[in-house]
């Protein structure tokens, strides 16, 4: 062993995958859009070609009809879906890559636990899993939006020592009377230096909390 040398453990698929829980709950657009930006961003290769495709909205309604997904809580425009069908919508596609058809995913998944379904997922993406705040799909300009991208600041912490001396803070107007003071090294900034689309997003969280 080489004197000095500190090899760092590899990240914990599971530990990862448990971050987005904090991030429901989502709407259909978001629960496929972000299901599928984890499987691009995690570089599964599937074996059968026909599983390529991403998750839609229109393939995750297919998977509820055919009592793979569960039902979303909500009905219509108000549905939200979880944790739980995050999971389940990564599992089926993950089945998909592997050959499994929707018949034979729909016998081996019946009776399986959330714990189990999340441990084959973890399992199955392995340490190419990305952190919520390392997702592609939510760092390019423009992203800090919808509920997905209000979830992520929301969960994306403060850096440890912010508030001390020496800190520099960015000041953002969002709203007559409202602004916000970030710092210059908070993940929100580092992540997404668009001002404006942080602003948007903090105005239409507010909108949520207001009646109209």
Not at 27 to 40: T, Y
Not at 84 to 102: C, D, P, S, W
Not at 134 to 151: D, F, I, K, S
């Amino acid at each position: 062993m080489t004197a000095g040398l500190t090899l760092s453990a590899p990240p914990d698929p599971l530990a990862t995958l448990r971050e987005y829980r904090s991030l429901a709950p989502w709407g259909l657009r978001d629960l496929a859009a972000l299901s599928g930006g984890i499987l691009d961003a995690s570089g599964v290769v599937p074996l059968n070609a026909a599983a390529r495709a991403r998750p839609s909205e229109r393939t995750i309604r297919f998977y509820v009809a055919r009592n793979l997904v569960s039902p979303p809580d909500g009905r219509g425009t108000a549905a939200v879906y979880s944790y739980r069908h995050l999971l389940q919508v990564l599992a089926i596609k993950l089945r998909q890559m592997e050959g499994a058809t929707l018949e034979a995913m729909t016998r081996e998944f019946s009776g399986l636990t959330g714990d189990i379904i999340e441990r084959r997922v973890a399992t199955t993406i392995g340490p190419g899993l990305p952190r919520p705040d390392r997702l592609p799909l939510l760092q390019g300009p423009g992203t800090g939006r919808g509920r997905v991208g209000r979830a992520v600041l929301g969960w994306l912490a403060p850096v440890e020592g912010a508030a001390a001396g020496g800190s520099v803070c960015r000041r953002i107007p969002v709203t007559p009377g409202i602004e916000v003071l970030i710092d210059e090294q908070h993940p929100a900034i580092r992540l997404n230096g668009d001002t404006a689309a942080i602003a948007e997003a903090l105005r239409q969280a507010l909108a949520a909390l207001i009646p109209s």
